[in-house]
């Protein structure tokens, strides 16, 4: 998974809570991404950061904000859980020519 | 939206057999990549091929690009139980800023 973790990898959450998936790298690649994947729907891009503190929103970004502050950490937040966000969460990192790395996943569920 | 979009949906073969797994595209692109990816684990890497490239192969992979029909096409030859998954393209369109639009993909399955 050339050096790109994510934790947690499961969590159960309720409703209306927070929630911060983290996505760590080794490799000192500039781009990162977080995705959402669902049945019926493949991978979707949520957020990514073209650098530290460098982001942007992707096709489904509402409810979720991300934090760069460092190269190797990319942080995915839910300010407020919604059983609509039960999904896989994958991060990934992209190198200069443009191949993408990605995590284990992060599955999550929202009661 | 650039989406790839795979097909078939579902393809079950038997060992031994080439698999092929189609993909079109709406808009010009800068490359066009292929993943793969087993159940329950993240999405891996098999092969980039760029928008002036017609053919690349890697192994028993074979991917080809038409760029006047919006379509690659993967080949994976004399299969294996173990190339069982999930296959996914993606067009990338711009430099390094332009994101990669997955399909829903293409579940392989083969049989021993």
């Known amino acids: 998974d050339a050096g790109i973790t994510q934790s947690p990898r499961h969590k159960v959450t309720e409703t209306g809570t927070p929630v911060t998936l983290r996505c760590h790298q080794t490799e000192n690649h500039r781009y990162m991404y977080w995705y959402r994947q669902d049945p019926g729907h493949g991978l979707r891009l949520i957020h990514y950061s073209y650098g530290v503190k460098d982001t942007d929103k992707g096709e489904v970004s509402d409810g979720y904000s991300v934090s760069r502050s460092k190269t190797e950490d990319f942080l995915l937040t839910l300010e407020s859980a919604t059983s609509s966000q039960t999904s896989v969460y994958f991060c990934?990192?992209?190198?200069?020519?443009?191949?993408?790395?990605f995590g284990p996943g992060t599955r999550l569920t929202v009661l | 939206s650039q989406q790839g979009e795979e097909d078939p949906q579902a393809l079950s073969i038997q060992e031994g057999e080439n698999a092929t797994m189609n993909c079109s595209y709406k808009?010009?692109?800068?490359?066009l990549q292929w993943y793969r990816q087993n159940s329950g684990r993240g999405l891996v890497h098999l092969i980039l091929i760029r928008s002036n490239e017609r053919e690349k192969h890697s192994g028993r992979l074979r991917v080809t690009l038409d760029t006047s029909k919006k379509s690659s096409s993967l080949l994976i030859t004399a299969s294996r139980a173990a190339d069982t998954a999930s296959y996914f393209c993606?067009?990338?369109?711009?430099?390094?800023?332009?994101?990669?639009?997955f399909g829903k993909g293409t579940k392989l399955s083969v049989k021993p």
């Open positions: 808009t010009s692109i800068n490359n």
């Open positions: 990934a990192t992209q190198t200069g020519l443009y191949e993408q790395f």
């Open positions: 993606a067009p990338k369109t711009g430099g390094s800023q332009g994101n990669l639009i």
